[in-house]
């Protein structure tokens, strides 16, 4: 393909409700959007970068730097570019990966819309719908947790996460197995707030048949969280530690998780997502998708992503209305307490203008 426009978009969506974690409290949602204009079709990205270097080092005003100055310009002049391409292009450029994955993920939807291919098909999804968790944000009184996990089970969610922190973890968690039972599958992420001193206290964990539990310590710390694992008995699940493949198959032989959580922005893109997905099948670890908090068009993707056979846990992957009152897309609505995997060319949704123009802060062309 040859590209012929660059489109750099910044958008603000406010959330339905604030969303807290142990880093911090969401209320809405600054994402860029980066549309690639080529010769046969266009395509679009979007940068999970948080606000601000919370979750990761990562931030939205860096990764729409990095975007502008390297990223862009070291693909625009490739005379046969595709997706495959932009990674080995990008690679000498060091970290970075949400803003690499965000022009990866245009440039495969428009590789793709010009193949009439979707992304299901591309990446291997083995299904038609996917079984969909909610993630639940720590709250400031467990009456109003119980509320909110109450709506998502009426709604038809098929896996509660709950977002914990020391202070808030056994008593939700407790309150959540004695209101709605045993048989809720329920797993918890504290986000890296936990220290390997705090082994013995995540072990109170243990006696509530938790599916997993999420990130419990630093993401460079691969050591502590073999270590714990040895000291727990519910199982760990790795997510801002897991930045490639190399890393989740060097975190599995080192015994530090039994399932993953992959994103395709952590790590880079879908198909280092993919990749991460075949390594871990490759050793009988099941994963499932994350989240972090995407518009439709990431949402779109991420669906055709948990379709893959090795996806065999319920991901992140909520409806739209679980934090956006209107999307910029046709909005992902449950059914069954499962979402719909895209079949149109491409990502398979489209952006709404109207929508789109609405919640726009700012709009560059990086390249025409
Ligand atoms: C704003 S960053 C949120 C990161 C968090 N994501 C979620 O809890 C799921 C969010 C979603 O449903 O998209 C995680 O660590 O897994
Ligand atoms: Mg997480």
Redesign the pocket.
């Known amino acids: 393909m040859k590209l012929t426009g660059v489109e750099l978009r910044r958008i603000r969506m406010p959330l339905v409700a604030p969303?807290r974690?142990s880093f911090g409290t969401?209320t809405d949602r600054d994402i860029l959007l980066l549309r690639v204009v080529t010769e046969e079709a266009e395509g679009w990205g979007e940068c999970v970068a948080?606000g601000e270097p919370l979750?990761s080092s990562e931030y939205v005003d860096g990764a729409a730097d990095v975007l502008r100055r390297y990223l862009v310009p070291a693909i625009v002049d490739h005379p046969r570019l595709d997706a495959v391409a932009v990674g080995s292009v990008l690679a000498p450029f060091k970290g970075h990966r949400m803003a690499k994955a965000a022009l990866e993920m245009a440039v495969l939807d428009a590789e793709l819309r010009g193949q009439g291919r979707s992304f299901g098909r591309e990446l291997g999804a083995v299904r038609d719908r996917v079984a969909c968790g909610v993630?639940v944000g720590i709250m400031d009184s467990i009456g109003e947790l119980l509320d909110a996990v109450e709506g998502y089970l009426d709604a038809g969610y098929v896996r509660i996460?709950l977002?914990i922190e020391p202070g808030w973890d056994i008593a939700p968690v407790r309150a959540v197995r004695e209101r709605f039972g045993d048989d809720v599958l329920l797993q918890v992420?504290a986000?890296t707030a936990y220290s390997l001193a705090d082994a013995r206290h995540l072990a109170r964990l243990d006696p509530f048949d938790l599916l997993l539990i999420?990130?419990p310590l630093d993401e460079e710390d691969i050591r502590g969280h073999a270590e714990l694992a040895r000291i727990v008995r519910t199982p760990v699940c790795l997510?801002e530690s897991i930045t490639s493949a190399a890393i989740a198959a060097d975190a599995i032989r080192r015994g530090a998780c039994a399932i993953v959580?992959v994103k395709p922005g952590r790590v880079g893109g879908y198909l280092e997502a993919r990749r991460i997905h075949d390594v871990c099948a490759a050793h009988g670890v099941p994963v499932w998708c994350?989240?972090?908090?995407?518009t439709g068009i990431g949402r779109a993707a991420n669906v055709a992503l948990a379709a893959l056979p090795g996806f065999t846990l319920p991901g992140?992957t909520?409806a739209s209305d679980?934090y956006y009152h209107t999307d910029v897309t046709p909005p992902f609505v449950l059914d069954d307490g499962h979402l719909p995997v895209p079949t149109g060319p491409g990502i398979g949704v489209q952006p709404l203008p109207d929508v789109l123009a609405e919640v726009t802060v700012a709009s560059e062309w990086l390249h025409r």
């Open positions: 969303f974690t969401e948080t979750y993630s996460k977002k992420d986000n999420e990130q997510d959580n994350g989240g972090m908090l995407e992140d909520s679980r």
